[in-house]
């Protein structure tokens, strides 16, 4: 009987030649990462459901995997607990642990544990998945890889404009052209002072995180139902509205004097608001830094007052990049956080980071057919087999490749020749020796280009010396 055999909805299997390619992501996110001085650290896929409960908010919490304990999960809960308690109340009771949902929160208690043996600021980067309990969609796993930078200890908005660089840097180097987005969550934060709901700015973030996925119409509704009055949604959709109006903007070759009249005007009406202003005083600094370096900046960097990011642990800067060619959900976002330490016994400890959401950056690239052709390839040369004696000359000549830094195998099996060429072309390998009793006599091979087609006037394919094939490969 045939067995239905498939995987769990929102993960995926990775060929060979999409794991070459993502590899390809992987190591250009990671050299630009070691260019500018970060760290790698690795943390365990689950934590305590303690240490990540509470930390994403209401929604964040519902979409966290938890695990069952080892055993009997049911010990000590009885019918009348389960009928009684809420879900939430039970999971803590049958969950002790849980897979984690971002890299930030493993962080922050990675450094409350190791606080002694760390150098403040510390600057970290970490390439590993996350899963969480979403509705798969298009860009949206379950389980999916996060690439994240942070540096914690350090106040200093310099860490800000330098995770701009980066970006920058990462997404120049795999030819994708961006938008990043930037906001303050003091603004928010002054924004809803200014509307008479001081007390709603998460709810206000977390609803506003969702404006591209659900509409504007249901943002309304969703603040509503939080007990947002018309009054005050009314204001702050006035706001928005002359914030999208009238967004900084900062690009190569533009003046940046009346993107700052347009802040400025922001400015004034957040005037009545310290943590507003605050928040605009930090967003001019990051301008000023960044105008000035602007010549080495390949893309685009917008003020958007609407970004909000949904997370509960942002106060400060909050970052948002968009692929200017694809319609795709952000593609690496993050932002500062003051105080995600503190929840774990290390308080005063600002850190900022961002994470580059390497499965989108990979879909964006798919589409875009942005991947370099030799990313797919994982073999440089094949040396074919021709029976004992010639497999001891080309394993002799493939140890000499290998040593020089070359990929190069040896069909494993004596079959007849067009077999192992096709296997040559099945793998996209673009080079092919061959090396059998003549070319043994003559020390050499023939060498054979798989990507050249052959007419009455090309050559038959040319005899060459080890050396002369090293130095053909190296160039």
Not at 4 to 30: C, H, L
Not at 265 to 276: F, P
Not at 425 to 432: A, D, E, H, L
């Amino acid at each position: 009987m045939a067995v239905n055999v498939s995987i769990p909805k929102g993960t995926r299997d990775f060929s060979p030649a999409e794991m070459i390619r993502r590899k390809y992501i992987f190591q250009t996110v990671e050299d630009v990462f070691r260019l500018y001085g970060y760290l790698p650290i690795e943390t365990p896929a689950m934590e305590n459901l303690s240490t990540l409960t509470g930390k994403y908010g209401e929604e964040g919490d519902r979409l966290i995997f938890k695990i069952l304990n080892s055993g009997n999960y049911l010990e000590g809960i009885s019918v009348e607990d389960i009928q009684n308690s809420s879900t939430a109340k039970l999971a803590a009771r049958m969950c002790e642990k849980a897979l984690r949902y971002d890299l930030t929160v493993p962080f922050a208690r990675y450094v409350v544990q190791n606080r002694n043996e760390i150098t403040f600021p510390f600057k970290r980067y970490q390439i590993q998945p996350v899963w969480r309990a979403d509705r798969p969609q298009k860009g949206r796993y379950r389980e999916f890889y996060q690439c994240d930078v942070d540096v914690i200890g350090s106040n200093s908005l310099l860490n800000e404009v330098e995770l701009i660089q980066i970006i920058d840097a990462v997404f120049q180097q795999l030819g994708l052209n961006i938008t990043i987005k930037l906001n303050n969550r003091k603004i928010l934060s002054g924004i809803a002072e200014v509307i008479g709901a001081p007390d709603k700015v998460l709810d206000i973030a977390i609803a506003l995180d969702k404006a591209d996925k659900i509409g504007w119409e249901n943002v309304d509704k969703e603040l509503e139902n939080k007990g947002i009055s018309r009054e005050s949604r009314t204001l702050l959709y006035d706001i928005f509205d002359y914030g999208e109006r009238s967004g900084l903007s900062i690009v190569s070759n533009a003046p940046p004097a009346p993107d700052r009249i347009a802040l400025s005007n922001l400015k004034n009406t957040l005037k009545d608001s310290n943590i507003g202003c605050q928040g605009i005083n930090e967003i001019y600094k990051i301008i000023n830094f960044l105008n000035d370096i602007n010549p080495v900046l390949d893309c685009k960097v917008e003020f958007d007052p609407t970004l909000a990011r949904g997370l509960n642990y942002y106060t400060g800067a909050i970052f948002e990049v968009k692929a200017n060619d694809v319609a795709m959900g952000s593609i690496c976002g993050g932002g500062r956080y003051d105080d995600l330490t503190g929840i774990f016994g290390l308080p005063d400890v600002s850190g900022v980071g961002v994470s580059f959401g390497a499965d989108r950056i990979y879909d964006v690239m798919n589409e875009l057919e942005l991947f370099p052709e030799n990313a797919a390839i994982s073999t440089k040369i094949l040396f074919t087999n021709h029976g004992e004696n010639e497999i001891m000359y080309a394993l002799e000549a493939i140890k000499e490749i290998r040593r020089a830094g070359i990929s190069a195998e040896l069909f494993p099996d004596n079959i007849p020749l067009k077999k192992q060429l096709s296997y040559a072309n099945k793998r996209k390998i673009p080079y092919v020796a061959l090396g059998g009793s003549i070319e043994m006599s003559e020390k050499c091979f023939t060498f054979k280009e798989m990507n050249v087609t052959k007419n009455d006037n090309t050559p038959n394919d040319p005899k060459k010396t080890l050396l002369e094939i090293i130095a053909l490969l190296k160039k």
